[in-house]
C-alpha cells in the first residue's frame, strides 16, 4: 500500500548586518566582525537542521571596499548551502558585483551601480530582493520605478508563498536615531505588500535587533546581527550607541501543513543540551 509521502520543511536562515572589514580589522575598535561571522557559520553548521540556504540582508561589509568584499568572500565559503545576498546602505553595488560576478542573480536587473532588485525560486518558497539602497546615504527609498517592479514581479507568481527582502525596515521602530535613517516612502511599498497576499514575511536589516510589525496584511520583521546591536533605548532623543549583546540570526521554517514560522535563534555555543525531569525526579524523554 503506497503511503502519502511525508511534508519536507524548508529552512532559510537570515543574517543581516555582517560590518566585514579588510583583514579583520575590528569595528569601532572593538567589534571582531570577521570572527562573530565565522562563529554565526559554526552555530549554522552545528544546528540540527542544517538550513537549505543563506539569505543576508544588507551591510555586507563596514565601508563597501573590494578587499572588505573579498574577504567576506574566502568567509562565505565555509557554507556549503546556496547563499545570496542584497546590499545594505554600507554596500557598494559595483563592487559588490564586482566580486560577487558568479552570483548571476545580482546583474538580474543591470550592472553597475543598477538597483539589485532580483526574484529566485529557493525551494518551494519564493525570495524577492527589493533594493531601498541610495548610493551614499544611510537611509533608503522605495522609489517609483522600484515599487512598479516589484508590483509587477509579486504579480507574476501569485500563489507561490514568498519573502520580500530589503535592508531598511519599511517602519518606524521608537529607535529614533535608526528611524531617522529609515525607508522614504514606505506607504507606498505597503500599499504593494497588501495587494498580494502569498507575501509571508518582509524580511530586513539595519537595525541590529529583531523587532516585528504588522504591514501590508504580512509581518515585516528586521533581525539582530551576529556581532554588535544597536542598543535598546525608546527615548527618541537616545544618542547613537551599541552593545554586546548575545548576537542571532533569524530561522524561517516553511511546512506545507503549517504555512512559515520564524525563530529567533542565538549564535554561540552555550553548552550541552539538557534533559527535563519531571515532579518525582524522572527524566522526561
Known sequence: ????????????????????????????????????????????????????????????????????????????????????????????????????????????????????????????????????????????????????????????APVRPTLVMLHHPPFHTGIGHMDAQGLDNAAALEAVIARHPQVERVICGHLHRHITRRFGGTIAMTAPGPAHQVALDLDPQARSRFRMEPPGYLLHWWHPAHGLVTHLAASGDYGPLHPFFDADGRLID
Open 1 to 156: 500500500m503506497n503511503q502519502a509521502a511525508t511534508p519536507t520543511p524548508y529552512l532559510v536562515a537570515q543574517l543581516t548586518d555582517l560590518h566585514i572589514k579588510a583583514g579583520g580589522k575590528l569595528s569601532y575598535r572593538r567589534v571582531d566582525t570577521a570572527g562573530a561571522l565565522h562563529t554565526m557559520i559554526d552555530t549554522l553548521l552545528a544546528a540540527p537542521q542544517v538550513p537549505d540556504i543563506v539569505v543576508v540582508t544588507g551591510d555586507l561589509v563596514d565601508f563597501g571596499d573590494e578587499h572588505e568584499y573579498r574577504f567576506l568572500r574566502d568567509i562565505l565559503q565555509r557554507l556549503p548551502m546556496p547563499v545570496k545576498l542584497l546590499p545594505g546602505n554600507h554596500d557598494h553595488r559595483t563592487t559588490l558585483r564586482r566580486v560577487f560576478h558568479d552570483h548571476g542573480y545580482l546583474f538580474a536587473n543591470g550592472d553597475g551601480e543598477a538597483a539589485m532588485h532580483y526574484a529566485i525560486d529557493a525551494g518551494p518558497l519564493r525570495l524577492v530582493a527589493f533594493d531601498c539602497t541610495l548610493p551614499g546615504q544611510p537611509g533608503g527609498r522605495a522609489t517609483p520605478d522600484g515599487l512598479a517592479w516589484l508590483d509587477a514581479t509579486l504579480a507574476a
